[in-house]
Each structure stands twice: as C-alpha cells, then as structure tokens.
C-alpha cells in the first residue's frame, strides 16, 4: 500500500504544504511506504539555501533533510516545473529526483494525497 | 520622489489566477511589488516589461532568490510604506 503525497503549492505563505510533509512523514513513520512528488509552485520548495530568518520561519530545507530519517522512500520534482521556476542540480537541493508527473508515475502508487 | 500612478502589492505565487490578472493590468507608471509568493515571479523568469518591479528582500531571501536577476529592485519593509505613500491609489491583490 504505497502513498504518493503531491505537494504543488509554494513553501511559504500558506500552511497546506508543512501538512502535506506531516502526513507524509506519519505514513513513513508507521512503515507506510511514501513518496513526495513536487510540482508547479511547489518545487520551490527544492530550492538550496532559503534563508527564512526575515520572515520568522523554519526553513522547509530543514523539514525536507529528515525525510530519509523518516522512511521517505523518494523525493521527486516535476521536470517541467523545475525548468518554470529555473531550478536545476546546482539550485535544488540533494537527494531529489527529477521526473515526469504524469499518468505513468502515478500509477506506481496505489494511494495519492494533496495537501489541501 | 518619482510618484506612481498605482502601486500593485502582489503576494500570490504565479500560479495563482490572480497573479495573471494583476500582471494584464500593469501599467506604464505604475510600480509592482512582490511579496511572499509573489517573489517566486522572479524565479519563474517572466518580469513584465511595463512599470517598475520590486521586491520585498526577506521574502526573497526566505526563498533562496538571493540576487534576483533581471531589472528589479529589492526592498526592506520601510521601503514598502514609501512606496505606497508615492502611488495615487494600492491595489494588494
């Protein structure tokens, strides 16, 4: 029973995404297998070096490295939207695998989930 | 003081609809700044070519856009209220 957890809104300016991570990590946590998939707005979350001190936030960068500690089996990041949002191996950070989000990957997963 | 006719606060992400209605109403003369997702506008390569952009420098660095490239001008909050105090009208979409 693995889940696929798709998160397409941006980092900041809303919660939807940290809770989309928390159900993520929940599932991992209980031996659930589970992916996240970034895409639109939401694989800039994948950007290196956010420096959230000015708007009194965690950086999500933090969040995101304790996936694999977590049981996260993969992050993965739409290709397409990566190029929108001019995001490559130099800018994203380690460990995320670039993919097509489309019919064929879903299919992977017998469970997918947004985040509000 | 270089005054502005409207000043356009956006804080939506570019995937908002709105982000595409303010952009189709930009102005010459007026000014545009981009808070919270707004500043994602810069990474996703597309600045309008009418009026002057800014943005808001804690939300930029809080997204690892430290020097955005392209003509832009990168403000502190202060900034924002002279800014405004410089528009006949603000639109905060």
Redesign the interface.
């Known amino acids: 029973m693995s889940t696929l957890i798709m998160i397409d809104q941006p980092p900041y300016g809303s919660w939807s995404g940290r809770e989309a991570l928390d159900m993520a990590f929940s599932l991992a946590a209980f031996d659930q297998p589970a992916s996240l998939l970034f895409t639109g707005a939401g694989v800039t979350w994948l950007k290196r070096a956010q420096d959230t001190a000015g708007i009194a936030q965690k950086s999500v960068e933090r969040n995101l490295s304790a996936a694999p500690i977590f049981g996260i089996e993969a992050i993965l990041a739409d290709r397409s939207a990566c190029q929108k949002y001019g995001l490559d191996e130099s800018s994203l950070i380690t460990g995320v695998t670039l993919v097509d989000a489309n019919g064929a990957l879903l299919e992977q997963y017998d469970h997918t989930a947004f985040a509000g | 003081m270089s005054s502005f006719d409207t000043l356009h606060i956006l804080?939506k992400?570019?995937?908002h609809p709105r982000a595409a209605q303010c952009l189709a109403l930009l102005s010459k003369g007026d000014a545009l700044l981009l808070t919270?997702?707004g500043v994602?506008l810069l990474?996703?390569?597309r600045l309008p070519a009418v009026g002057k952009v800014f943005a808001l420098?804690?939300?930029v660095?809080?997204?690892?856009?430290?020097n955005p490239v392209g003509d832009v001008t990168v403000v502190e909050f202060g900034d924002m209220v002279s800014l405004s105090l410089q528009a006949q009208r603000v639109i905060s979409w």
Do not use: Q
């Open positions: 804080n992400s570019p995937e919270e997702n994602l990474s996703a390569g420098s804690p939300d660095s809080a997204r690892g856009l430290g």
